[in-house]
């Protein structure tokens, strides 16, 4: 079935664009030569199915920090505009940390962004929000986190949306899937996440899993050490960005803001010298 929603247009082309955040984005998966100096899935992704089926051709207006809102009025019609035949979307995330979001509302404007791209004809990948288990300071939230997946998964199945059901994959449970910001995935998370969005849309790729030993378990000591440099480097900037009003994609430009044919070997790697990193 996915094969078939992922043939060409009538002119031919097949078109992946990529919206949302810092998610889809690529933090945490640090590639200098890179637009904003990151890879990530969506990069991935993209490739593979230039190796599966050359022709792709690849935009991503993904920016960190973004909110629903911004996704809709920043990023909607630009990617619309393409004329998709796959979006992948994750949006909503920043909304869910920010203690004054309405979550019901949120959805419903989620869900008209969903209506919006399915009307396109394109294949919609949508993806739940992980259960991030980072500190008891992060605790109220999931309550809201469950409230986001539950109506995720029902707009997915309302519009016929392919679900990547990012709250089920156990694998990571695993620290080393995690940057040291402990919100957003290492490399090997995003090649982890790029082979269940391909097994999602039945290409097949050559995305390869780390394995590891058991992670070595810390002492005590360790454990607060760890804990109180993740506070000081990462959350108390966070609330600092917050009440200034400010955040770390305010100076950024999408990475790919038209879509770029994606060779089928070397991949974008190939287009490195021609787009500066950030």
């Given at each position: 079935?996915?094969?078939?929603?992922?043939?060409?247009?009538?002119?031919?082309?097949?078109?992946?664009?990529?919206?949302?955040?810092?998610?889809?984005?690529?933090?945490?998966?640090?590639?200098?030569?890179?637009?904003?100096?990151?890879?990530?899935?969506?990069?991935?992704?993209?490739?593979?199915?230039?190796?599966?089926?050359?022709?792709?051709?690849?935009?991503?207006?993904?920016?960190?920090?973004?909110?629903?809102?911004?996704?809709?009025?920043?990023?909607?019609?630009?990617?619309?505009?393409?004329?998709?035949?796959?979006?992948?979307?994750?949006?909503?995330?920043?909304?869910?940390?920010?203690?004054?979001?309405?979550?019901?509302a949120l959805m419903k404007d989620y869900e008209y962004l969903v209506a919006r791209l399915a009307a396109s004809g394109a294949t919609v990948v949508l993806f739940t929000g992980f259960d991030v288990r980072v500190s008891a300071l992060l605790e109220?939230?999931?309550?809201?986190?469950?409230?986001?997946?539950?109506?995720?998964?029902?707009?997915?199945?309302?519009?016929?949306?392919?679900?990547?059901?990012?709250?089920?994959?156990?694998?990571?449970?695993?620290?080393?899937?995690?940057?040291?910001?402990?919100?957003?995935?290492?490399?090997?998370?995003?090649?982890?996440?790029?082979?269940?969005?391909?097994?999602?849309?039945?290409?097949?790729?050559?995305?390869?899993?780390?394995?590891?030993?058991?992670?070595?378990?810390?002492?005590?000591?360790?454990?607060?050490?760890?804990?109180?440099?993740?506070?000081?480097?990462?959350?108390?900037?966070?609330?600092?960005?917050?009440?200034?009003?400010?955040?770390?994609?305010?100076?950024?430009?999408?990475?790919?803001?038209?879509?770029?044919?994606?060779?089928?070997?070397?991949?974008?790697?190939?287009?490195?010298?021609?787009?500066?990193?950030?």
């Amino acid at each position: 079935m996915v094969e078939k929603l992922l043939s060409p247009g009538a002119d031919g082309r097949r078109v992946y664009v990529a919206l949302g955040d810092s998610f889809t984005e690529g933090v945490g998966d640090c590639s200098s030569r890179l637009p904003n100096g990151v890879r990530g899935w969506a990069d991935r992704v993209a490739e593979q199915l230039a190796r599966a089926d050359p022709g792709w051709e690849y935009a991503n207006l993904a920016i960190r920090s973004k909110r629903l809102r911004q996704i809709i009025a920043e990023q909607l019609e630009a990617g619309l505009a393409m004329e998709p035949t796959l979006v992948t979307l994750y949006a909503g995330g920043n909304d869910i940390l920010d203690l004054g979001t309405d979550i019901r509302a949120l959805m419903k404007d989620y869900e008209y962004l969903v209506a919006r791209l399915a009307a396109s004809g394109a294949t919609v990948v949508l993806f739940t929000g992980f259960d991030v288990r980072v500190s008891a300071l992060l605790e109220p939230l999931k309550r809201r986190n469950a409230f986001y997946n539950q109506r995720v998964r029902e707009v997915a199945a309302r519009y016929e949306a392919v679900l990547v059901d990012y709250w089920c994959f156990d694998a990571f449970y695993d620290p080393r899937m995690w940057n040291s910001d402990r919100l957003h995935m290492s490399k090997a998370g995003h090649k982890y996440l790029a082979g269940q969005v391909l097994d999602q849309l039945g290409v097949a790729h050559k995305v390869k899993s780390k394995e590891w030993a058991p992670a070595a378990k810390l002492g005590f000591r360790d454990r607060g050490r760890g804990q109180r440099r993740w506070v000081s480097d990462w959350v108390l900037p966070l609330f600092a960005r917050k009440l200034r009003g400010v955040t770390l994609g305010d100076d950024l430009s999408p990475r790919w803001p038209e879509p770029v044919r994606v060779p089928p070997k070397a991949g974008l790697k190939k287009l490195t010298a021609k787009v500066p990193a950030d």
